[in-house]
C-alpha cells in the first residue's frame, strides 16, 4: 500500500526556517516524482514545486524561489520541502504528494494520489 | 497561469439529491488535463476524478466528470452524507499546476 507519512506540526517566529518532511513507503522511492503543494487556513491550494528523487533536479514555483529548498535522501525515502524567511503568510498546512506513474514516462505535471496526512505550520512571535 | 474559476462557491442541498459543480479555466485545458478532489475537514485531499472524466480507484459511479475546452462539470448524481465536503478542481496542462478555489456542497 503506498503511504506518505509527513512529520508532525511546526511553530516558527517569522525570519525563520522550517523543514517539513515526507516518508514514502509502498513504492520505490526513487521511481515517481514527489510535489509538494500548501493550502493556508480557509483557503485553496497552491503548488509549490516539485523534485525528482532520483537525480534530485527540482522545479519551484516563481512565487517561491529563492527560500524554497526541496531535497531527498534515497536511503530512508524520504523528501524535504525547506521554507526559510517565514512570513505570517506561509501559516498553512503543506502536503507532499506523488504523480501517478513512473519517472520514465510521466510528467511532474500531473494528477496526485496519494497525498501525505498534511503538516500545519504556524509562523507566530 | 491558468485560472480556474469554481461555481457555485457553495452548494446547499439535501442527501439524495444531485450535485452540479462547475470549474471554468481561463484558457482550454488540452489533452482533457484537468482532475477533481473532495476534501473533508482536517483531511488531506482525495482524487475522484482525472483526465475529466476517468473515476479513480475506488471512487463510486454517482460520481462523474464531464467538460471540455474551458468548461468542466463534476456531477454527484445522488449525494451520500459523506459527500458533503469540499471540492477542488485541478488542471495539469500547464506549469505551474492550479486548483480552482473550491465549492463546498453543504447539507440544506
Known amino acids: 500500500q503506498v503511504q506518505l507519512v509527513q512529520s508532525g506540526a511546526e511553530v516558527a517566529k517569522p525570519g525563520a526556517s522550517v523543514r517539513v518532511s515526507c516518508k514514502a513507503s509502498?513504492?520505490?522511492?526513487?521511481?515517481?516524482?514527489m510535489l509538494w503543494v500548501r493550502q493556508a487556513p480557509g483557503q485553496g491550494l497552491e503548488w509549490m514545486g516539485w523534485i525528482n528523487p532520483k537525480s534530485g533536479g527540482t522545479n519551484y514555483a516563481q512565487k517561491f524561489k529563492g527560500r524554497i529548498t526541496m531535497t531527498r535522501d534515497t536511503s530512508i525515502s524520504t523528501a524535504y520541502m525547506e521554507l526559510s524567511s517565514l512570513t505570517s503568510d506561509d501559516t498553512a498546512v503543506y502536503y507532499c504528494?506523488?504523480?501517478?506513474?513512473?519517472?520514465?514516462?510521466?510528467?511532474?505535471?500531473?494528477?496526485?494520489?496519494?497525498w501525505g496526512q498534511g503538516t500545519l505550520v504556524t509562523v507566530s512571535s | 497561469e491558468i485560472v480556474l474559476t469554481q461555481s457555485p462557491a457553495t452548494l446547499s442541498l439535501s442527501p439524495g439529491e444531485r450535485a452540479t459543480l462547475s470549474c471554468g479555466a481561463s484558457q482550454t485545458i488540452s489533452r482533457n488535463f484537468l482532475a477533481w478532489y473532495q476534501q473533508k475537514p482536517g483531511l488531506a485531499p482525495r482524487l475522484l476524478i482525472y483526465?475529466?472524466?476517468r473515476r479513480a480507484t475506488g471512487i463510486p459511479d454517482r460520481f462523474s466528470g464531464s467538460g471540455s475546452g474551458t468548461d468542466f462539470t463534476l456531477t454527484i448524481s445522488r449525494l451520500e452524507p459523506e459527500d458533503f465536503a469540499v471540492y477542488y478542481c485541478?488542471?495539469?496542462?500547464?506549469?505551474?499546476?492550479?486548483f480552482g478555489g473550491g465549492t463546498k456542497v453543504e447539507i440544506k
Open positions: 483526465d475529466v472524466f
Open positions: 509502498g513504492y520505490t522511492f526513487i521511481d515517481y516524482y
Open positions: 504528494m506523488r504523480v501517478p506513474c513512473l519517472i520514465s514516462i510521466c510528467s511532474p505535471q500531473n494528477w496526485f494520489d496519494p
Open positions: 485541478q488542471q495539469y496542462v500547464n506549469s505551474p499546476l492550479t
